[in-house]
């Protein structure tokens, strides 16, 4: 499974920005996916996950209630809905998939991984 995240940019404090992790080749319909971002100098952290149907997520607390998983498996797309930006969440975004159904927050759970998508919050 190759993955690829796109969608990220420069955007204002308090802005929207939505991002799309698309898979090339065999399709990722029955995989679970996460998110996670890395700032400069700091570890990888979790996001948010989503299991390989849409019924089940899982979010980091830091995200809860601005952030939104979702995906679409027809078009072997998800998705990332990201509201009211904070300049904390300045950071590179990848998207990662899991071989079993976990969708949790270990970075570890996941087996494939795409290059990054720069989101960066301006105050």
């Known amino acids: 499974v190759q993955l690829q995240a796109s969608g990220g940019g420069l955007v204002q404090a308090g802005g929207s920005l939505r991002l799309s992790c698309a898979s090339s080749?065999?399709?990722?319909?029955?995989?679970?996916v996460g998110w996670f971002r890395q700032a400069p100098g700091k570890e990888r952290n979790f996001v948010a996950g989503i299991s390989w149907n849409g019924g089940g997520t899982n979010y980091a607390d830091s995200v809860k209630g601005r952030f939104t998983i979702s995906r679409d498996n027809a078009k072997n797309t998800v998705y990332l809905q990201m509201n009211s930006l904070k300049p904390e969440d300045t950071a590179a975004y990848y998207c990662?998939?899991?071989?079993?159904?976990?969708?949790?927050?270990?970075?570890?759970?996941?087996?494939?991984w795409g290059q990054g998508t720069q989101v960066t919050v301006s105050s």
């Open positions: 990662a998939a899991s071989i079993n159904p976990y969708f949790g927050s270990y970075a570890s759970g996941y087996r494939y």
């Open positions: 080749g065999r399709t990722f319909s029955n995989n679970a």
